[in-house]
């Protein structure tokens, strides 16, 4: 082996020329080929991705139409429950109505009657009564003052607190419908 640099063989060459002569004239032709094999796939993938966005939008409109026929619905029908559990409320008022030669005491059991199914309707929904019991701490979420007596001589009750309910209050899942009416106690 010589350290002198050897020469190609002629086959080498014959290999090596054909694509050094095409490289130079194939690579316009070929770059553009590749280019526009670039562009065709982007714009394919262009019209792909703007179908996928249009659908995407389809869906979203379609979510929420659907949605506010829903919010729609529960509105009109919010209280369908609550009175179906008052028909038979109303029933019994009418029974009672329709008895001619009633005395007081079927009168008041029928209202006694018709009260407690009233009450049980009304705890169904949720609809609780707001009673009070005196020496309860007044609460103004909860209870409307309607005067303030002085405490009684000799009384252990606390200033501030309820003394008597002049009408029950309501609430519907913890929210105040209506604040009971209360008398409270002065201060001394």
Do not use: W
């Not at 090596?16 to 562009?39: C, G, Y």
């Not at 029908?77 to 028909?87: G, I, K, P, Q």
């Not at 009418?94 to 009657?113: K, T, Y």
């Not at 009564?129 to 609460?139: L, N, Q, V, W, Y």
């Amino acid at each position: 082996m010589s350290d002198t640099p050897q020469a190609p063989s002629p086959a080498t060459e014959a290999t090596n020329a054909p694509e050094a002569a095409d490289t130079p004239a194939a690579t316009p032709a070929d770059a553009a080929a590749e280019m526009q094999a670039q562009l065709a796939e982007l714009q394919a993938k262009n019209a792909e991705l703007a179908e996928q966005y249009l659908r995407a939008q389809a869906d979203m409109q379609n979510t929420r139409r659907r949605s506010e026929e829903e919010v729609s619905k529960a509105r009109k029908y919010a209280v369908e429950s609550f009175a179906e559990s008052l028909l038979p409320v109303a029933d019994s008022l009418e029974a009672g109505m329709a008895i001619q030669d009633a005395s007081p005491e079927q009168i008041r059991e029928g209202a006694q009657a018709t009260l407690r199914q009233l009450k049980s309707a009304l705890e169904r929904n949720k609809v609780l009564e707001i009673a009070p019991p005196a020496g309860t701490k007044f609460d103004p979420h909860q209870h409307q003052a309607i005067s303030v007596v002085p405490r009684p001589e000799g009384s252990q009750q606390e200033a501030n607190t309820v003394v008597t309910v002049l009408q029950k209050g309501y609430s519907i899942a913890e929210r105040v419908l209506r604040p009971a009416l209360v008398t409270v106690t002065g201060q001394a």
